[in-house]
């Protein structure tokens, strides 16, 4: 969240001296003021709005409408120091976290919380900033002293977890957290349930379930804990895990919410029949939940069970348009309910390949909140069936409601016309909208990509950054700049710049991942390159991630594996060019 910039309020707020703890210059006061600072037991300082107090925070406003945060923090900073004035220093943090400068936002912070110790807001970001930045001395001993002190305790904890997160490195994070919960967590479920947490997050899911189970020792009702016994037990003992959380459902059968959670992980682990076992015990226990045809419906389509999902979405839809008939839409959510259903319908014909039903299901959809997607998603579908005048007859039927929905349709048409194999027109469509609509980041990219896949290098690059530049955080852009380099094997060393960014930003993309691990085996670093690779591989198991991790494993000498790897590539996709060339490349042939 941005900070709303301007410190006009506060330049009028502190010039108000029947309001504020500023004094206004009596009227006897002299030509020339003399500036004073009054402390008040548990006030704000009495001074006296000199006009150079005055122009100092007209020029911290300038520099702040201006975009120079920096400067605006420093010269809040200074008058913060100058007057003893909390508000100033609070200002001050404000503005250097607008800037995003963390240096300058921790000084401001310690100086807000130095003006106003008794203020939580101020301690608290004091702290959190010396977290991030890795200055932990006595910060343990400090927050387990707040909690100890704390009128409620269950916010002092959360407040500590939310400073202590801040932390970068989480294994350091679990130990200071630990320190800090010492004396609360042999009674508290909230700081074991915070233990659990932080050693997940530090890579320890055998502690995680152990503080778990610990959490439930103390409170055995904890929804909250048995989820977490369920979530993390699955990665240590995923029997176990289940077992122990059909055992808690069947002293709570209403936790609704958890049977729903296990129904979900069950299907993740391809064990339809039993979260279908478990989703028919919870209709027969509330057979007015209705919301449960649609889980089941769900579950079926992930099992391939086409047939028995489309029955049971057309239960459930005919239920819903009742609810429908007899009540306003404004008074239920009905008409979002089926035009749910029909969007899971849609994505059942896609996979049955059945194009004109999934048009057919697009089309009934009636929620004006959808009606746009469902409008855009009908072109593509024609796109798919070769018929590019119908899409494009669509598209340009839609009456954009604002700007961002002018941006999707243009995006959508030029890549209706890429995936056609037409990227000529695509990059002409981009490059129409992007003299339409200049700065759109969106736009921009797309363009980007498309002509990288033409060979135009330098053009891709311009725009990768010019993209930066209008959005930095948008982490494809990062990434997808810091592959080329990587793939083309220049300017590693800003390609490693923009890939941790890129991580720093989605640490999770199976993308990221791979590019990083790519950009490591380019230098050597097989080892950190397999363990990216595989997390990649893992989320994608895509021919090209396949590619890259086959020849790691190669690098390695550990070449039966690599074998398997690419032989998982090529059946997922036999043209892959990037499997292909490095096959070709390193002799191998696949059997």
């Not at 932390?167 to 800090?180: G, N, P, Q, S, Y």
């Not at 509330?286 to 045809?293: H, I, K, M, N, Y």
């Not at 930095?472 to 990434?479: D, I, L, M, R, V």
């Amino acid at each position: 969240m941005r900070f709303p910039v301007s410190v006009m309020p506060v330049v009028l707020a502190l010039a108000a001296a029947h309001e504020t703890a500023w004094a206004a210059p009596p009227a006897a006061a002299p030509a020339e003021p003399v500036e004073s600072i009054h402390l008040r037991s548990g006030k704000p300082p009495a001074v006296n709005l000199t006009p150079e107090l005055l122009y100092r925070l007209l020029v911290a406003e300038l520099s702040a409408q201006n975009e120079q945060y920096d400067d605006a923090a420093q010269q809040l900073l200074s008058l913060a120091r100058d007057t003893l004035d909390p508000r100033l220093a609070r200002r001050a943090f404000q503005m250097a976290m607008t800037g995003r400068n963390l240096a300058l936002a921790l000084r401001t912070a310690r100086e807000w919380a130095a003006l106003d110790p008794s203020n939580p807001e101020a301690v608290a970001a004091s702290l959190a900033l010396s977290a991030s930045s890795g200055q932990t001395d006595g910060l343990a001993r400090t927050l387990s002293r707040r909690i100890a002190s704390a009128s409620d305790q269950d916010r002092a904890i959360v407040q500590a977890v939310g400073i202590v997160s801040k932390m970068t490195d989480k294994r350091l994070a679990l130990d200071v957290l630990e320190k800090t919960l010492a004396n609360v967590s042999g009674t508290s479920v909230l700081a074991r349930l915070a233990l659990s947490d932080a050693a997940w997050a530090a890579g320890e899911p055998v502690r995680a379930v152990d503080e778990a189970r610990r959490a439930q020792a103390l409170d055995p009702t904890s929804q909250d804990a048995a989820q977490r016994v369920l979530e993390y037990g699955l990665r240590v003992e995923p029997m176990r895990a289940i077992k122990d959380t059909y055992a808690f459902l069947d002293r709570h059968p209403d936790q609704r919410g958890l049977q729903l959670l296990l129904v979900s992980r069950l299907t993740g682990l391809g064990s339809y029949d039993e979260a279908l076992s478990l989703l028919d015990r919870m209709r027969r226990r509330t057979p007015e939940d209705f919301a449960l045809l649609y889980t089941e419906a769900e579950v079926n389509a992930r099992a391939g069970r086409y047939d028995a999902a489309k029955n049971l979405l057309n239960q459930y839809i005919t239920i819903q348009q009742q609810r429908r008939q007899s009540l306003h839409d404004g008074a239920t959510n009905a008409q979002a309910d089926v035009s749910d259903a029909r969007l899971l319908l849609v994505q059942i014909a896609e996979r049955q390949n059945d194009l004109h039903e999934a048009i057919h299901q697009l089309r009934s959809i009636d929620e004006p909140t959808l009606i746009f997607q469902a409008r855009t998603h009908e072109a593509v579908l024609y796109g798919k069936m070769g018929d590019l005048n119908r899409a494009r007859a669509i598209l340009d039927a839609i009456k954009p409601a604002d700007r961002r929905e002018r941006v999707v349709t243009r995006l959508t048409l030029a890549t209706i016309y890429r995936d056609a194999g037409r990227t000529d027109q695509a990059v002409e469509l981009l490059k129409a909208a992007d003299l339409e609509m200049p700065d759109t980041s969106e736009i921009k990219y797309d363009l980007g990509m498309l002509l990288l896949q033409q060979g135009k290098t330098a053009e891709f690059e311009a725009l990768m950054r010019r993209v930066i530049e209008l959005d930095s955080e948008n982490a494809n852009a990062y990434n997808s700049l810091g592959y080329t380099f990587v793939e083309q094997n220049r300017n590693l060393d800003e390609a490693r710049g923009l890939l941790e960014r890129a991580l720093e930003l989605d640490p999770e993309s199976a993308y990221v991942l791979d590019s990083v691990g790519w950009y490591l085996f380019r230098i050597r670093d097989y080892q950190g390159a397999l363990e990216y690779l595989r997390r990649s591989y893992d989320q994608l198991p895509s021919a090209d991630v396949a590619a890259h991790l086959g020849e790691t494993l190669w690098e390695l000498g550990r070449r039966d594996e690599a074998r398997r790897i690419w032989a998982e590539g090529h059946k997922a996709d036999p043209d892959n060019e990037a499997l292909k060339e490095t096959l070709n490349r390193l002799g191998v042939r696949l059997p």
